[in-house]
């Protein structure tokens, strides 16, 4: 059974930083591309970073660029996201997921999806 446990969530002022955990268990974590993806209240869900097999291929949305980085460690089976110089309108529910193949932006080409974990900037 695959599971994606994402950690590190939490409340953060603007401008600080926080750093995102997926947990991959029940699938080969090193042949799949990871990707991480928001939703906001009233919004849909969004594209924020992926990563390839072995790191070499990454891909932002143009307003993360910058600002967050994404990585993974294969002999772990997590991937992360480090997120700085966060804003208000960052907050939202983070969510990792995987697929196998190229990396891609759509959140509809992804198989496995984690549950979440809740990111709150404040002023």
């Known amino acids: 059974q695959v599971q994606l446990v994402e950690s590190g969530g939490g409340l953060v002022q603007a401008g600080g930083s926080l750093r995102l955990s997926c947990a991959a268990s029940g699938l080969p974590f090193n042949r799949r591309v990871m990707g991480w993806f928001r939703q906001a209240p009233g919004k849909e869900r969004e594209f924020v970073a992926a990563i390839s097999w072995i790191g070499g291929n990454t891909d932002y949305v143009d307003s993360v660029k910058g600002r967050f980085t994404i990585a993974r460690d294969n002999a772990k089976n997590t991937v992360y996201l480090q997120m700085n110089s966060l804003k208000l309108e960052d907050t939202a529910v983070y969510y990792c997921?995987?697929?196998?193949?190229?990396?891609?932006?759509?959140?509809?080409?992804?198989?496995?999806w984690g549950q979440g974990t809740q990111v709150t900037v404040s002023s």
């Open positions: 997921a995987a697929r196998f193949g190229a990396v891609v932006v759509t959140d509809s080409d992804y198989i496995h």
